[in-house]
């Protein structure tokens, strides 16, 4: 990536790469469409360049320098690279309506759930509660959650979502979270930067406007 600072107007300019798990748009709690509107004012030469990818692909991209920052998640970090933990992702398992598990009575949930096919990921997310003790197939498969959305509304599978993107469906009566109080783990979305970045404008600049969004 290339950035700038046009020492004539004291201006940002040049490209920004932002790297960002996939759903991110649905979590009000997401501050980076008000960090790039403040940036923007702060230069309007400068480019914006979004990459939404695999939570390991966003820490690959800062860390190859892709990208100018990351938001997402990282089980264990990469040397070279800062984080800053932004908020939670709380994520829930969920069946759709077809599903048996839908309107099933609460004394049934347990036996069906020994029958329910659950949706497998390369995603860092699904990675997190392979103990849980539910039934891993492997017939069903997903990379992002838009594609966990898709088999979860066939009706057949059941898979773990942000609560955030899968209320768009729990509100119209679609998606029904299953023990909830039981079936759920939380992610830390974090801000990624590399320490190699510490003396680009640009850079810093867009650290400190998803900070300052974020409350920091």
């Known amino acids: 990536f ?10 940002l300019s040049g490209r920004l790469s932002i790297a960002m798990i996939d759903t ?20 309007k030469n400068i480019q914006f360049d979004i990459n939404v990818c695999e939570a390991r692909e966003v820490e690959t991209a800062v860390a190859n ?7 997402g998640g990282s089980r264990h970090h990469i ?8 908020h939670n992702e709380t994520n829930f398992l969920y069946c759709a309506v077809g599903h048996p598990l839908f309107n099933c009575e609460d004394k049934k949930i347990n ?6 096919e659950v949706i497998t990921s390369n995603y860092m997310r699904d990675k997190e509660v392979r103990n849980d003790g539910l039934n891993y197939q492997n017939t069903a498969m997903a990379y992002h959650d ?3 959305a898709h088999l979860i509304l066939s009706g057949e599978f059941i898979g773990y979502l942000p609560e955030h993107y899968a209320s768009f469906w729990v509100d119209k009566g679609i998606f029904k979270s299953i023990l909830p109080e039981k079936y759920s783990y939380q992610i830390p979305i ?4 590399s320490k190699n970045n510490a003396v680009s ?8 406007e998803v900070k300052r969004c974020h409350s920091f």
């Open 2 to 11: 290339a950035n700038t600072v046009a020492s004539s107007k004291n201006e």
């Open 24 to 43: 991110m748009v649905s979590d009000p709690r997401c501050a980076v469409p008000r960090a790039i509107a403040r940036l923007k004012g702060k230069g």
């Open 65 to 71: 320098c892709r990208s100018v920052v990351g938001i």
């Open 79 to 86: 040397r070279g690279l800062d984080y800053t933990a932004l």
């Open 111 to 116: 036996e069906l759930l020994k029958e329910a």
């Open 146 to 148: 838009e594609g966990i």
């Open 190 to 193: 974090m801000l990624i930067s």
């Open 201 to 208: 404008p640009l850079a810093n600049a867009i650290i400190e």
